[in-house]
């Protein structure tokens, strides 16, 4: 059992960028829902974070890493543990290898928007399917995001991560298990960052690229609300919006929460939504999916904590 206080005890002197204890999710996740986290920890760099969670498992105090809070729920009961945010370490490096192969290192707190915008500034190719992604680079190794045919594993080379014992290892690509939305990592892993493998190009064309992606999605998503981007996964020729569409779905709502009218694979806050209302209609769709057409949505989401 985990409170607020023991983890007060466990990280109250720590050094580090900032900790909010008790603090309500729904000011911070970008669905705006959420309850009261035990301690929310931002921290500033590497060596705050191997020192959070040494502390935490010491404590044997549960944890989970976060980025942004994008692709986040934490039930309305809150969540018996500590939030480490990692937006504290995000510094994106440029790094020319040859006249081929060109690399960015980002940082795992690093918005993908910044990386986009880096390898814009140094006229690289490769990851213009990142743009509009809501999401920081860890977040996105750890479930392959992708979007437009293409996936973080097409041009990551190298993957930083900190183990389950604390040490910082460097995993090749050939080491790493990538699947549809998801990454397979050892129990305990923290994700630091990533090397991506780029190419040169022409950056009229890159940035050109990039503004189709971006009004594409600017009339196909419903930007106009909070929400925490695509809630399930497509399957195989089964595109997930289209499911649950075709159910007739699209519009539905629970309290202030709606399944969007634009993209039935997005949930938005209409005004004071909370999580129980979220989790109501993700529950709806796969009921509904299940029982209709045979069909198991899972959650691109990741949903934490307690129920109310």
Same mark, same amino acid.
């Given at each position: 059992?985990?409170g607020?206080?023991v @983890?007060?005890?466990?990280?109250?002197?720590?050094?580090?960028?900032?900790?909010?204890?008790?603090?309500?999710? +729904?000011?911070?996740?970008?669905?705006?829902?959420?309850?009261?986290?035990?301690? @929310?920890?931002? &921290?500033? %760099?590497?060596?705050?974070?191997?020192?959070v969670?040494?502390?935490? /498992?010491?404590?044997? &105090?549960?944890?989970?890493?976060?980025? %942004?809070?994008?692709?986040?729920?934490?039930?309305?009961?809150?969540?018996?543990?500590?939030?480490?945010?990692?937006?504290?370490?995000?510094e994106?490096?440029?790094?020319? #290898? +040859?006249?081929?192969?060109?690399?960015?290192?980002?940082?795992?707190?690093?918005?993908? %928007?910044?990386?986009v915008?880096?390898?814009?500034?140094?006229?690289?190719? $490769? @990851?213009?399917?990142?743009?509009?992604?809501?999401?920081?680079?860890?977040?996105?190794?750890?479930?392959?995001?992708?979007?437009? *045919?293409?996936?973080?594993?097409?041009?990551?080379?190298?993957?930083?991560?900190?183990?389950?014992?604390? #040490?910082?290892?460097?995993?090749?690509?050939?080491?790493?298990?990538?699947?549809?939305?998801?990454?397979?990592? !050892?129990?305990?892993?923290?994700?630091? *960052?990533?090397?991506?493998?780029?190419?040169? /190009?022409?950056?009229?064309?890159?940035?050109?690229? &990039?503004?189709?992606?971006?009004?594409?999605? =600017?009339?196909?998503?419903p930007?106009?609300?909070?929400?925490? $981007?695509?809630?399930?996964?497509?399957?195989?020729?089964? !595109?997930?919006?289209?499911?649950?569409?075709?159910?007739?779905?699209?519009?539905?709502?629970? /309290?202030?929460?709606?399944?969007?009218?634009?993209?039935?694979?997005?949930i938005?806050?209409?005004?004071?939504?909370? #999580?129980?209302?979220?989790?109501f209609?993700?529950?709806?769709?796969?009921?509904?999916?299940? =029982?209709?057409?045979?069909?198991?949505l899972?959650?691109?989401?990741?949903?934490?904590?307690?129920?109310?």
């Open positions: 059992m985990t607020k206080h @983890l007060q005890d466990a990280l109250g002197d720590l050094q580090i960028g900032k900790i909010l204890f008790g603090e309500k999710m +729904s000011g911070h996740a970008s669905l705006k829902v959420g309850g009261r986290v035990d301690a @929310l920890v931002y &921290i500033e %760099n590497e060596n705050q974070l191997v020192e969670v040494k502390r935490l /498992g010491e404590k044997k &105090i549960e944890y989970v890493p976060a980025g %942004n809070l994008t692709n986040m729920i934490v039930r309305d009961g809150g969540y018996r543990g500590a939030i480490v945010l990692m937006t504290g370490i995000q994106v490096v440029y790094e020319p #290898a +040859s006249q081929t192969d060109h690399f960015l290192t980002a940082q795992a707190g690093a918005t993908l %928007n910044k990386v915008s880096r390898s814009v500034a140094e006229e690289l190719t $490769g @990851l213009e399917f990142c743009a509009g992604i809501p999401g920081s680079v860890g977040g996105a190794i750890w479930m392959n995001a992708g979007a437009y *045919g293409k996936e973080m594993k097409d041009v990551v080379q190298e993957v930083y991560v900190l183990d389950a014992s604390g #040490a910082g290892r460097t995993l090749n690509r050939s080491e790493i298990a990538f699947g549809y939305r998801h990454t397979e990592f !050892p129990e305990g892993t923290i994700v630091l *960052g990533a090397r991506f493998k780029l190419r040169k /190009g022409e950056r009229l064309k890159i940035k050109e690229r &990039i503004n189709e992606i971006m009004q594409w999605r =600017q009339e196909k998503h930007l106009d609300y909070p929400s925490c $981007g695509s809630i399930f996964k497509n399957l195989p020729g089964h !595109p997930a919006g289209k499911i649950i569409e075709d159910m007739g779905l699209k519009g539905v709502s629970r /309290g202030g929460a709606q399944i969007s009218s634009k993209h039935a694979n997005f938005i806050n209409k005004g004071n939504a909370t #999580a129980s209302d979220v989790l209609l993700i529950h709806l769709v796969q009921t509904r999916a299940q =029982q209709e057409k045979n069909l198991r899972e959650t691109e989401v990741v949903i934490i904590g307690e129920n109310e």
